[in-house]
């Protein structure tokens, strides 16, 4: 359903911008609007989940602001600069979306389980995805730019990237993400004490 709402916005019209392929070479390639956003969907689709699921805590809210951050790139794609990775671009708009739905629904991410929830939710996943699920109730504890920096790390994006998404030199990123890490480290003991 989610799909077919995002290629009902597609309509095609030519645009030239820069594409990225894992971050190893830049090209410009002269494609298609709808053929550019499919592109950058499939490229960029569980990143942005990611985030979005850090910022929530909630499977079908995650996908609504992934959707959500989707359109905003379809509808501002022609407007986009290539004065960074267009990867850096769609976190900012991620970021952003996310961070206005928790001031819309003025709720803490993650916090809002009930004991009855967390006791469902345990019963019906596996121990792994139990260790990740309360790893994300820690990351929803932190700072919102801790949560940012920690989200990125965990998607993998080169530490360059991520300092410029930040507005941080990678030298305080280095210092701030090991900071961050041993922050989440004392989070999920307690967590996994009680």
């Not at 359903?1 to 995002?6: F, G, P, S, Y």
């Not at 794609?77 to 003025?106: H, P």
């Not at 991410?109 to 994300?136: C, D, F, H, P, R």
Request: charged share 30%.
């Amino acid at each position: 359903m989610r799909q077919h709402k995002l290629d009902g916005l597609i309509k095609a019209k030519c645009v030239t911008i820069r594409h990225y392929r894992s971050h190893k070479k830049t090209k410009l390639i002269n494609l298609s609007k709808e053929a550019q956003f499919k592109e950058i969907f499939q490229a960029n689709s569980k990143k942005i989940y990611h985030l979005c699921y850090g910022y929530t805590g909630d499977d079908e809210a995650a996908n609504d602001l992934m959707q959500e951050t989707f359109m905003k790139v379809w509808q501002n794609l022609d407007k986009f600069r290539n004065q960074a990775l267009i990867s850096t671009w769609i976190y900012r708009i991620a970021v952003n979306t996310c961070l206005s739905y928790l001031r819309v629904e003025k709720r803490q991410a993650k916090e809002e389980l009930t004991e009855t929830i967390i006791e469902t939710k345990g019963e019906e996943i596996s121990e792994k995805n139990e260790q990740v699920s309360t790893l994300y109730k820690c990351i929803a504890q932190l700072e919102e730019n801790e949560r940012i920096i920690i989200t990125m790390v965990l998607d993998e994006l080169p530490y360059v990237e991520i300092a410029e998404i930040s507005g941080i030199s990678e030298g305080n990123l280095r210092v701030k993400i090991h900071r961050i890490k041993q922050k989440l480290t004392e989070l999920y003991n307690k967590h996994e004490r009680f």
